[in-house]
């Protein structure tokens, strides 16, 4: 990869800017979040603030998912005032990315509502994005069937052929970063999946990235999610990944079963499965920093 260069991406940015806003724009102010691309807020001379991304993924596909997701539920998400593949033009709503337990609990209330809007199957009405990284969802009746084919096994055939565009580890052009014997290891989870999981979830909207820097925040509730990676999914997915990324702590679970129970299973074991999908897309992005992780995911499961 190039150096980062934030002068040059800042004046990147503004020429995008100035050929699409009809308002001249009097300072960018870089945000946190842009790990894959540039994230800042745009401070127009008539007073108006905007959101602008930039970056090296389709940036249309971001703007379907939060369009969607405004339209099928009632989640609280930016608006989106334009968007092509090179830039991407949001609502700039308020608050931070430091949360307490009163915004965990909010985060709760939001989610399990989310929870509640159900899917033809499970997918989606088109293949979305997590970061960079492509997510297939063809719609599949069967949960184990869409999360073996489409999440895990595509995510590990990536991670193992696919040298990572952050890594600056042994990966080469030749090979990813994942190890044929890690591969196998996750080959055998998902030839398992039938029994690991249970096939009588129904399909339910998520978010897909709930994390961190995701979630805005102010006076103990959530102004907003962001970037999402949105599908159709038992959505205990959504619960692991909370859970493996630590963004919310015990008062987000305490409060989602208060509306929504968690099945036998989750915490011994399925969280567990779960886990895998974002453990192999981190290995494909950012390299041998996350076999560790995977490999003691692997063990805690058996395989």
């Not at 940015?13 to 009809?22: A, F, I, P, V, W």
């Not at 979305?128 to 590990?156: C, I, M, Y």
């Amino acid at each position: 990869m190039g150096d980062h260069d934030p002068l040059a991406e800042a004046r990147e940015l503004e020429s995008l800017l100035t050929t699409r806003l009809e308002t001249p724009i009097d300072e960018i102010v870089p945000l946190e979040g842009g790990m894959i691309g540039t994230v800042a807020r745009v401070e127009c001379v008539d007073g108006t603030t905007l959101v602008a991304k930039t970056g090296p993924t389709p940036l249309e596909t971001e703007a379907f998912m939060l369009e969607y997701l405004a339209v099928e539920s009632e989640l609280p998400v930016p608006e989106v005032h334009s968007a092509d593949d090179d830039l991407l033009v949001l609502e700039d709503l308020p608050g931070t990315t430091t949360h307490d337990e009163s915004v965990a609990r909010d985060a709760a209330d939001h989610l399990a509502a989310l929870h509640e809007h159900r899917g033809r199957g499970f997918g989606f009405p088109r293949d979305t994005l997590t970061g960079p990284v492509r997510q297939p969802n063809p719609w599949e009746d069967s949960w184990p069937t869409f999360f073996k084919t489409h999440r895990l096994e595509h995510a590990a055939r990536l991670a193992l052929s696919t040298p990572s565009p952050l890594d600056g580890d042994t990966s080469t052009p030749e090979t990813g970063s994942l190890p044929h014997p890690l591969f196998d290891r996750v080959q055998a989870v998902a030839a398992d999946l039938e029994h690991l999981l249970e096939d009588g979830t129904r399909p339910a909207l998520i978010h897909g990235d709930v994390w961190r820097t995701n979630v805005l925040s102010t006076d103990g509730v959530v102004t907003g999610f962001l970037d999402p990676a949105t599908y159709y999914a038992d959505p205990e997915v959504e619960l692991a990944y909370i859970d493996w990324t630590d963004t919310f702590g015990e008062a987000f679970f305490d409060r989602y079963t208060e509306h929504r129970p968690l099945r036998t299973g989750f915490w011994s074991q399925r969280r567990y499965v779960y886990r895998l999908y974002p453990l192999l897309v981190h290995v494909s992005l950012f390299g041998t920093a996350y076999l560790e992780p995977l490999e003691a995911t692997l063990s805690e499961l058996g395989y």
